[in-house]
Structure formats: structure tokens, C-alpha cells
């Protein structure tokens, strides 16, 4: 299995839904335990990284760079 790459700021989707009834979740803090925000009511949680991975289906939207870009080199 793939390990999926996620970062500070990216928007996630979990296997399973927040009670509010979205499953999109953004990165707020990393470490040993994951803070990750709703993006439709807001609530934040803390999670164990392990236990994050494992419930994380796959990153919508992330805050990386292309690879590509030399937007910043001049």
C-alpha cells in the first residue's frame, strides 16, 4: 500500500463523516497526535497519527508546490 503524503494545511478525507455530515477535514497541527479542523462545522479534534493514517482515505487539496514552479527563484 501506498504511503500517502499530507502536510501542514492540506484538506483531507476521512473514511468515515464527521457528525455534522461532511468527511473533509484540514490539517492544523502535526506531531505524535494530528489536530485536524471540520471544514463544516469547525470542530477540531486530536488524533493519534497512527490511528489518523489509518482513516485517512485521501488528500483533496494540498498546500505543497509543484514541483515545477521557480515562481520564487529570480
Do not use: W
Not at 27 to 49: A, N, T
Not at 52 to 58: D, N, R, T, V
Amino acid at each position: 500500500m501506498d504511503k500517502k503524503e499530507y502536510q501542514l494545511g492540506d484538506i483531507v478525507q476521512m473514511k468515515k463523516p464527521h457528525p455534522c455530515g461532511t468527511n473533509e477535514m484540514e490539517i492544523i497541527r502535526m506531531g505524535m497526535d494530528i489536530r485536524i479542523k471540520c471544514v463544516g462545522c469547525k470542530h477540531s479534534v486530536l488524533v493519534p497519527r497512527t490511528k489518523f493514517e489509518s482513516k485517512l482515505k485521501k488528500v483533496l487539496r494540498s498546500t505543497a508546490k509543484p514541483e515545477g514552479d521557480t515562481a520564487d527563484e529570480a
